[in-house]
């Protein structure tokens, strides 16, 4: 597979951003909210750059079905939601494609009582946003093509990769020149 992000971007950035989100957050009541499955590898990671004191909450959505890499319907389950009230509220999420997931997260949020809700995602895929919503922080801006690894997944595969790969698609089968053309940002 064509590796798009190495290892040693993905720490240096998430370094970068654990410490812009220390020194926004210095003396507020942070609560960091990660979208499961695919924000695992990110929290674990960003949450060890960010050394205020803050909370650390999990929610689960999924809008991908099975082996498909287009979106299904959005799920999503609140049974371990946290109890927000009065709290900042930093949702994460490893990658903003269409923009669904985390504009009605940012909505549940806001509708649970938080003070501020606020959003990272390691990811942003240019060219596929349905909703009007700017991530308050972001890792990489990268091209419209399907990529698995440091959590991200494809029918549940490949979330253990270290890096950020694409996934050879019929439309997409891989290796490509392309990716010189689209440099990935951030
Ligand atoms: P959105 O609601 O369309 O923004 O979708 C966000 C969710 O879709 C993410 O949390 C991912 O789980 C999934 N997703 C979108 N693009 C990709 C991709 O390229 N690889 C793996 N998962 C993806
Ligand atoms: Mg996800």
């Given amino acids: 597979m064509e590796i798009l992000i190495s290892e040693e971007r993905i720490r240096d950035r998430i370094h970068a951003l654990g410490k812009q989100i220390e020194a926004d957050y210095l ?17 674990a990671d960003l949450i060890r750059e ?6 650390v909450a ?3 959505a999924s809008s ?3 082996a498909t890499t287009t979106a299904g319907a959005l799920i999503i389950n609140e049974s371990f939601a ?8 930093l949702l994460l999420d490893d990658i903003l494609d269409t923009g669904h997931t985390l504009a009605t997260l940012v909505h549940r949020m806001s ?7 606020r959003t990272a995602v390691l990811l942003r895929k240019l060219g596929r946003q349905e909703v009007g919503i700017e991530p308050d922080y972001c890792g990489f801006v990268i091209p419209d093509r399907f990529v698995v690894g440091y959590g991200l ?5 490949y979330r253990h990769l270290p890096y950020v790969a694409v996934l050879p698609t019929p439309e997409d089968p891989g290796a490509s020149e392309e990716t010189g053309q689209f440099p990935v940002m951030g």
Avoid: F
């Avoid at 003396?27 to 929290?43: D, E, F, K, Y």
């Avoid at 960010?50 to 909370?55: A, D, L």
């Avoid at 946290?82 to 509220?89: C, E, L, N, Q």
């Fill in 82 to 89: 946290p109890d927000v009230a009065g709290r900042d509220v």
């Fill in 64 to 66: 991908y079905k099975g």
């Fill in 153 to 157: 997944d494809h029918n549940d595969d």
């Fill in 50 to 55: 960010v050394g205020i004191p803050h909370r």
């Fill in 111 to 117: 509708d649970r009582g938080a003070l501020r809700v």
């Fill in 58 to 60: 999990l929610l689960q």
């Fill in 27 to 43: 003396g507020r009541p942070l609560t960091i909210v990660a979208i499961l499955t695919g924000s695992l590898i990110v929290l």
